[in-house]
């Protein structure tokens, strides 16, 4: 995935994390321009992420891309900007991040 969204040519991917404090440490750190959430994630913390980034003063564009569709509607009311099925929806996600205009104060910076 880091590999296509470099491709792109519009974001730097600047990190990855493992577990759920990893990725808010990150966010909180890096300050990315977009997210992009897996809600599976080892530490069963997806959800805990999202919340938590969603209440920073800057968060990012949240971006939730995960295997499992029945997380879709929980995952937007829990404040996430997108949702797609990794193995549906992929060529969407890479279509919107062709049309995202980068926020100039954030950067160009995607944290996967």
């Known amino acids: 995935m880091a590999t296509l969204i470099n ?3 519009r974001f730097e991917v600047v990190g990855l ?3 759920g ?10 300050m990315p321009a977009v997210l992009i959430l897996d809600m599976a994630m080892p530490d069963g913390k997806g959800y805990d992420v999202l919340q938590a980034v969603k209440q920073q003063p800057s ?13 879709r509607q929980r995952s937007l009311d ?4 997108y949702f797609f099925d990794k193995s549906a929806e992929l060529d969407q996600l890479l279509l ?11 950067g160009s910076q995607i944290l996967g």
Request: avoid cysteine.
């Open 96 to 106: 919107l991040l062709e049309r995202i205009k980068p926020d100039a104060s954030a």
């Open 59 to 71: 968060a990012p564009l949240i971006i939730v891309l995960t295997n499992y569709p029945a997380y």
């Open 7 to 9: 491709e792109l040519g």
């Open 17 to 19: 994390a493992k577990t």
């Open 21 to 30: 404090a990893e990725a808010i440490d990150g966010v909180a750190e890096l």
């Open 78 to 81: 829990a404040g996430a900007d």
